[in-house]
C-alpha cells in the first residue's frame, strides 16, 4: 500500500510547536519537580519523538529521545529538576523549536547548537547510551536473548517444528491461535497436528474460555526462524513453544494435510523512513505560520446556524414578493410582513459580521505565553528575582493585531525587567520585597483591546528625562511640560534613560519603534509612573483593523468619515476665536489652545481655498498627539464602515486611509487624520 | 472490512493510523486519550482497538485493562502503539491484557502487516 505521509506532516508541525509550548510553560512552572507536570513534560517529548521518528524526521527523533530519556528519569526520581537541568531543557525545547522550523520552511537547524545541545544532554545523562548515534530511535529487531543467526537458508532445514503448548489464558490477551497458523500458512506449507489431551476429563472442569489444547506445527518451505520467531513473538511468555528444524530427530506426529497451501513472502520488517518532506511541494515555505490558522469549532457552529436562518429569512421575503405579484391589493398586509422580514435580515446580518468577525479573533495568550521564559531568562542573566503575572492571557485580539503584538511586548516587558525592576539589594535597601513584580494584563475595554504592563521597580525620573530630551533639543529651553507629558517623551526617537546601556534594552531606539508599532495598528500607548513605586504603560488598540466605527461628514457634494475614535469635539466657529496669520493656516483658539483650520476641499484640490465663513463648521480630531480643525460642511450619521485599502484597489492617496462603500452604493473616503495633519503642515503657505 | 478503533493524543499519529485503515477498507472510530477511547469503545464494538501508550486522561495500558473488564472486549485483539523496543515495555503492554504491540517509528505498510496478523 502506498500512503503518502506528507498529508499529516502539517498536522505533525503544528501539534509539536503546540506540545513545544506546553513544555516551556510546564518547565517554567516546574517548581522543584512535581510529578504531574513532569509527566505532562515527558508526554510532549515523547509524543514529538514517536511522530518525528514516524513522519520522516529521523534527526529530529533521535535528538529528542535524549530529551526524552532525561525526562522520564526526572519523573522516576533519578535526576533532579535542578535549575541548570530545567535550562538545559528549555535550551533543548529551542533547539528542537528550529529544528522544527528547518523541517516545516525546508532549511537546516544550527547544526553546531544542536549538536552541543545533544552533548550537554547525554553529559548530563552521565553514561553514554541514551541519545542513539544514528540520529534514529532504536529501530524493531528480533527478541532479545534469542538465538536469531540461524536461518532456513543456506542448505539449512527445508522447514521448522514447531510445538506449540499454550497457557490456559492467552486467548484472554486477544490471541488466537488460529489466527497465528494463519499468518503461518503464508509462510510456506503447513501441516498441523492437534493434541488434545490436555482436555479435561469432566464438563465441569472445562472453561470455554481457556485454552486446553497443544499443536504440532510443521512449516515447510525456505521460512527464516526468525519469521517463524516473529509470529509468536507476542505469546512467548504464554505458551511452551519450541521451535526446531525439520530434519532433526523427532518424528512428525501427523500427516494432516496443509490447509490452504498459499506460500507467500512476508513483507519486509525492518522499519523503514518513510519518504521524508521533500515532496510537500508549496505547503513549506514561509508564511506558512500566517496563511492558516485555528479555529475553535464552536465559531464554526454558530456561523453555520446564522447563515442557515439566513436562509430561512430570504425564503420569507422571496414569498413576499410572490404574494404581492399574485395579489398586489394585499399590499398594506405583504408590506407589513416585509418590515418584519428586512428587520429579521438586519439582525442576520449583524450577527453574522459579529461571527464571522469573532473567527479573526485569538487569545492574547498566543503571545503571553512566550513571556514566563523571557523573564525567567532575563532576570536570570541579571541577577534579579521577578515575578511575572500574566492576566487575562484569554482576551480575544484580532489575529493581525496579535501577529504585529509580539515584538513591541517584548521590548516593554524586557524595559520592566531591565530597567524598572531594581536588584534584590537595592529592593531591600528601599523597603521593598525583594522580589520584583511584573504584571502582563489584557481585558476589553469599550470598543478596545486594552493591554496593561505593570512593575513594581523603581519608576522614571522625570528631571531625568526632561534634561535628556532639552539637551537632545526636543524640548526648548522654556518649554514647560507637566509630568504626564515629560514621561510621554520616551516614545521620542533618540530618547533613552538607562544609566547604563546594557544587552538587553535601552539603545535609544525602541520605545519609538514600539509606539510606531502600535499606532500602526491603529492603537496608542501611553506611560504613567511614579518614582520608587513603579510605572505601568497602558496600549489601547482596536478589536478589529477590518471594520470601525466612523462619522459622516459632508465637504461640499463628497461624503468622508473619519473614525469616531479620533474626534475630539465637533463645535461652531465664535468669529473671535478665529485667528488668521498671514501666509499660514488659520488658527482656531479652543481653550487655552490653537488649533490648525484645515480647509479640506482645497487641500484635496477640489476647490481654491476658500475664505472661512463666519459661522463655519469644525470638526477637532487628534492623532498622533496632533489636534487639526477640519472644515465640514455637514455631519452626517454615524455608522461602523467595512475599511477596503486604497492601495490594494487603486493607489495610495495621502491624505485617506482607505475607503469604504455606503449604504446607497457611494464611495466614501476614510480619512487620516496623522497624514491631513501633515499634509496641512507641510502646506502651510498654500492653504487657507 | 472490520471496525477498528485507534486512540492516540496526537492527532497525526491518529490520522495517519485512521487513514491507513481506511485505505485498506476498515471503518476507523478514532479516541483522542483513554477516556475517550474507553467510551467510545463502549459506544460501538470495535474488532481491533489500536493505542497509544502515553497519553493524558488514561494510558493506553490503562484503557486496556479497563476493556478487558468490558465482555465485549475479552478477546478482542488490543495493539499497543510503543517507542520502546526493548522487552520491559512490551512485557508491561501484556500485563495489562493487550495482545501485540507495534513499534513506533512504523510505516503504513508495517502497520497493516500487524494489523492483518490479528485481524480475519
Given at each position: 500500500?502506498?500512503i503518502?505521509?506528507?498529508?499529516f506532516?502539517?498536522?505533525f508541525?503544528?501539534?509539536?510547536f503546540e506540545?513545544?509550548?506546553?513544555m516551556e510553560?510546564?518547565?517554567?512552572a516546574?517548581?522543584?519537580?512535581d510529578?504531574?507536570?513532569?509527566?505532562?513534560i515527558?508526554r510532549?517529548?515523547?509524543?514529538?519523538?514517536g511522530g518525528?521518528g514516524t513522519?520522516?524526521?529521523?534527526?529530529i527523533s533521535?535528538?529528542?529521545h535524549?530529551?526524552?530519556?532525561?525526562?522520564?528519569r526526572?519523573?522516576n526520581?533519578e535526576q533532579e529538576?535542578a535549575?541548570?537541568t530545567?535550562?538545559l531543557?528549555?535550551?533543548a525545547?529551542?533547539t528542537l523549536?528550529?529544528?522544527?522550523?528547518?523541517?516545516r520552511?525546508?532549511?537546516?537547524a544550527?547544526a553546531?547548537?544542536?549538536?552541543?545541545?545533544?552533548?550537554l544532554?547525554e553529559?548530563h545523562?552521565g553514561?553514554?547510551?541514551p541519545a542513539?548515534e544514528?540520529?534514529t530511535?532504536?529501530a524493531?529487531?528480533?527478541?532479545d536473548?534469542i538465538d536469531?543467526s540461524s536461518?532456513?537458508?543456506?542448505g539449512?532445514p527445508?522447514?521448522?517444528?514447531i510445538?506449540?503448548?499454550?497457557?490456559?489464558?492467552?486467548?484472554?490477551?486477544?490471541n488466537?491461535p488460529?489466527?497465528m497458523f494463519e499468518v503461518?500458512e503464508?509462510?510456506g506449507?503447513?501441516s498441523v497436528?492437534c493434541?488434545?489431551?490436555?482436555l479435561?476429563?469432566?464438563?465441569?472442569a472445562?472453561?470455554p474460555?481457556d485454552?486446553?489444547?497443544?499443536?504440532t506445527?510443521?512449516?515447510e518451505?525456505d521460512?527464516t526462524?526468525?519469521q517463524?520467531q516473529?509470529?509468536?513473538e507476542w505469546?512467548?511468555?504464554?505458551?511452551?513453544?519450541?521451535?526446531?528444524?525439520?530434519d532433526?530427530?523427532s518424528?512428525p506426529?501427523?500427516?494432516?494435510?496443509p490447509?490452504?497451501?498459499?506460500?507467500?513472502e512476508m513483507g519486509?520488517?525492518?522499519?523503514?523512513p518513510?519518504e521524508?518532506?521533500?515532496?510537500?511541494g508549496?505547503s513549506?515555505n514561509r508564511?506558512a505560520?500566517?496563511?492558516?490558522m485555528?479555529?475553535n469549532?464552536?465559531?464554526?457552529?454558530?456561523?453555520?446556524?446564522?447563515?442557515g436562518e439566513?436562509?430561512?429569512?430570504?425564503?420569507?421575503?422571496?414569498?413576499?414578493?410572490e404574494?404581492l405579484?399574485?395579489d398586489p391589493?394585499?399590499m398594506e398586509a405583504?408590506i407589513?410582513?416585509?418590515?418584519?422580514?428586512?428587520?429579521?435580515?438586519?439582525?442576520?446580518?449583524?450577527?453574522?459580521?459579529?461571527?464571522?468577525?469573532?473567527?479573526?479573533?485569538?487569545?492574547?495568550?498566543?503571545?503571553?505565553?512566550?513571556f514566563?521564559?523571557?523573564?525567567?531568562d532575563?532576570?536570570g542573566?541579571?541577577?534579579?528575582?521577578?515575578?511575572?503575572?500574566l492576566?487575562?492571557?484569554?482576551t480575544?485580539?484580532?489575529k493581525t493585531?496579535?501577529?504585529?503584538?509580539?515584538?513591541?511586548l517584548v521590548?516593554?516587558?524586557?524595559?520592566?525587567?531591565?530597567?524598572?525592576?531594581?536588584?534584590?539589594?537595592?529592593?531591600?535597601?528601599?523597603?521593598?520585597?525583594?522580589?520584583?513584580?511584573?504584571t502582563?494584563e489584557?481585558?476589553?475595554?469599550?470598543?478596545n483591546?486594552?493591554?496593561?504592563i505593570r512593575d513594581?521597580?523603581k519608576?522614571?525620573d522625570?528631571?531625568?528625562?526632561?534634561?535628556k530630551?532639552?539637551?537632545a533639543?526636543?524640548?526648548?529651553p522654556?518649554?514647560?511640560?507637566d509630568r504626564?507629558?515629560i514621561l510621554?517623551?520616551v516614545f521620542?526617537?533618540?530618547?533613552s534613560?538607562?544609566?547604563?546601556?546594557?544587552?538587553?534594552?535601552g539603545?535609544?531606539?525602541?520605545?519609538?519603534v514600539?509606539?510606531?508599532?502600535?499606532?500602526?495598528?491603529?492603537?496608542?500607548?501611553?506611560?504613567e509612573?511614579?518614582?520608587?513605586?513603579?510605572?505601568r504603560?497602558?496600549?489601547?488598540l482596536?478589536?478589529?483593523?477590518s471594520?470601525?466605527?466612523g462619522?459622516?461628514?459632508k465637504?461640499g457634494?463628497e461624503?468622508?468619515v473619519?473614525?469616531?475614535?479620533?474626534i475630539?469635539?465637533s463645535?461652531?466657529?465664535?468669529?473671535?476665536?478665529?485667528?488668521q496669520a498671514?501666509g499660514k493656516?488659520?488658527?482656531y483658539?479652543?481653550?487655552?489652545e490653537?488649533?490648525p483650520?484645515?480647509?479640506?476641499?482645497?487641500l484635496?484640490?477640489?476647490?481654491?481655498?476658500?475664505?472661512l465663513?463666519?459661522r463655519?463648521?469644525l470638526?477637532?480630531?487628534?492623532?498622533?498627539?496632533?489636534?487639526?480643525?477640519?472644515?465640514?460642511d455637514?455631519?452626517l450619521?454615524?455608522?461602523q464602515?467595512v475599511?477596503?485599502?486604497?492601495e490594494?484597489?487603486?493607489?495610495?492617496?495621502?491624505?485617506?486611509?482607505g475607503a469604504?462603500?455606503l449604504?446607497?452604493?457611494q464611495?466614501?473616503?476614510i480619512?487620516?487624520?496623522a497624514?491631513?495633519?501633515r499634509?496641512?503642515?507641510g502646506?502651510?503657505?498654500r492653504?487657507? | 472490512?472490520?471496525?477498528?478503533l485507534?486512540?492516540?493524543?496526537?492527532?497525526s499519529?491518529?490520522?495517519?493510523?485512521?487513514f491507513?485503515l481506511?485505505?485498506?477498507?476498515h471503518?476507523?472510530?478514532?479516541?483522542?486519550?483513554?477516556?475517550?477511547?474507553?467510551?467510545k469503545?463502549?459506544?460501538?464494538?470495535a474488532?481491533?482497538?489500536?493505542?497509544?501508550v502515553?497519553?493524558p486522561?488514561?494510558?493506553g495500558?490503562q484503557?486496556?485493562?479497563e476493556?478487558?473488564?468490558?465482555g465485549?472486549?475479552?478477546?478482542?485483539p488490543?495493539?499497543?502503539?510503543?517507542?520502546?523496543?526493548?522487552?520491559?515495555?512490551?512485557?508491561e503492554?501484556?500485563?495489562?491484557?493487550?495482545?501485540g504491540?507495534?513499534?513506533k517509528?512504523?510505516?503504513p505498510?508495517?502497520?497493516m502487516n500487524t494489523?492483518?496478523?490479528v485481524?480475519?
Open positions: 500500500m502506498s503518502d505521509m506528507a498529508q506532516i502539517d498536522a508541525l503544528e501539534e509539536s506540545g513545544l509550548e506546553r510553560t510546564e518547565l517554567l516546574l517548581d522543584g519537580g510529578p504531574e507536570t513532569l509527566n505532562t515527558f510532549c517529548a515523547h509524543s514529538i519523538k518525528a513522519f520522516g524526521f529521523g534527526a533521535g535528538f529528542t535524549g530529551v526524552e530519556t532525561l525526562l522520564d526526572m519523573r526520581g529538576a535549575p541548570e530545567v535550562n531543557l528549555l535550551r525545547v529551542d523549536r528550529a529544528q522544527l522550523h528547518a523541517a520552511d525546508g532549511g537546516e544550527d553546531a547548537e544542536v549538536a552541543e545541545v545533544r552533548t544532554i553529559a545523562l553514561d553514554a547510551a542513539s544514528a540520529g530511535p532504536p524493531v529487531d528480533g527478541d536473548g536469531t536461518g532456513a537458508h543456506d539449512g527445508r522447514g521448522w517444528r510445538h506449540f503448548q499454550p497457557y490456559a489464558d492467552l486467548m484472554r490477551t486477544g488466537d488460529l489466527r503461518l503464508e509462510l506449507t503447513l497436528h493434541e488434545t489431551d490436555r479435561p476429563d469432566n464438563a465441569d472445562f472453561d474460555e485454552c486446553h489444547l497443544a499443536w506445527l510443521e512449516l518451505g521460512a526462524r526468525d517463524v516473529e509470529v509468536f505469546v512467548e511468555d504464554e505458551c511452551d513453544l519450541l521451535i526446531e528444524p525439520l532433526a530427530d518424528e506426529t501427523t500427516e494432516a494435510p490447509l490452504t497451501p498459499e506460500p507467500a519486509a520488517t525492518t522499519p523503514r518513510p521524508a518532506s521533500a515532496a510537500r508549496g513549506g508564511g505560520e500566517s496563511s492558516s485555528r479555529v469549532a464552536g465559531k464554526i457552529d454558530a456561523l453555520i446556524d446564522m447563515v439566513l436562509v430561512i429569512t430570504q425564503s420569507m421575503l422571496t414569498d413576499i414578493s404574494q405579484e399574485e391589493s394585499k405583504q407589513e410582513r416585509l418590515r418584519t422580514g428586512l428587520g429579521e435580515l438586519e439582525r442576520n446580518t449583524r450577527e453574522l459580521q459579529e461571527s464571522v468577525m469573532s473567527i479573526r479573533m485569538v487569545p492574547i495568550a498566543q503571545v503571553f505565553n512566550r514566563p521564559r523571557l523573564v525567567h532575563i532576570s542573566q541579571l541577577g534579579k528575582q521577578i515575578e511575572l503575572t492576566k487575562g492571557e484569554y480575544e485580539v484580532d493585531v496579535m501577529e504585529h503584538l509580539g515584538d513591541p521590548h516593554l516587558v524586557r524595559n520592566a525587567v531591565d530597567h524598572g525592576i531594581e536588584m534584590p539589594e537595592e529592593r531591600a535597601a528601599a523597603g521593598k520585597p525583594e522580589t520584583g513584580q511584573v502582563l489584557a481585558f476589553h475595554r469599550g470598543g483591546v486594552v493591554i496593561e513594581d521597580g519608576g522614571m522625570a528631571d531625568r528625562i526632561l534634561a530630551a532639552r539637551d533639543g526636543l524640548v526648548g522654556n518649554q514647560h511640560l504626564h507629558e510621554q517623551l521620542e526617537p533618540g530618547l534613560t538607562a544609566d547604563q546601556v546594557s544587552d538587553l534594552s539603545r535609544g531606539v525602541g520605545m519609538d514600539v509606539k510606531k508599532n502600535i499606532r500602526g495598528l491603529g492603537g496608542n500607548v501611553e506611560l509612573s511614579e518614582p520608587g513605586k513603579g510605572s504603560l497602558t496600549i489601547r482596536p478589536l478589529t483593523l471594520i470601525m466605527d462619522q459622516l461628514l465637504i457634494d461624503t468622508f473619519i473614525p469616531l475614535i479620533a475630539v469635539e463645535l461652531q466657529t465664535l468669529p473671535e476665536s478665529v485667528k498671514f493656516l488659520p488658527l483658539r479652543l481653550r487655552d490653537y488649533i483650520i484645515v480647509d479640506l476641499a482645497a484635496f484640490g477640489r476647490t481654491e481655498p476658500s475664505p465663513p463666519e463655519a463648521l470638526v477637532v480630531a487628534e492623532a498622533d498627539d496632533q489636534r487639526v480643525a477640519l472644515r465640514v455637514d455631519l450619521g454615524q455608522q464602515v475599511i477596503k485599502t486604497l490594494t484597489n487603486f493607489r495610495k492617496v495621502p491624505g485617506t486611509a469604504t462603500i449604504g446607497d452604493g464611495v466614501a473616503l480619512l487620516d487624520i497624514g491631513i495633519a499634509m496641512a503642515s502646506r502651510d503657505t492653504a487657507a | 472490512m472490520a471496525k477498528v485507534v486512540v492516540d493524543d496526537s492527532a499519529m491518529r490520522q495517519m493510523v485512521a491507513t481506511k485505505q485498506a477498507g471503518e476507523v472510530i478514532e479516541g483522542r486519550d483513554g477516556k475517550d477511547g474507553l467510551s469503545a463502549q459506544g460501538a464494538k474488532d481491533l482497538v489500536i493505542t497509544d502515553n497519553m486522561a488514561m494510558d495500558l484503557l486496556t485493562r476493556l478487558r473488564k468490558l465485549d472486549y475479552k478477546f478482542t488490543i495493539l499497543v502503539l510503543t517507542t520502546e523496543a526493548g522487552p520491559e515495555k512490551k512485557q503492554g501484556k500485563a495489562a491484557g493487550a495482545t504491540w507495534l513499534v517509528p512504523f510505516d505498510d508495517q502497520m494489523v492483518n496478523r485481524l480475519r
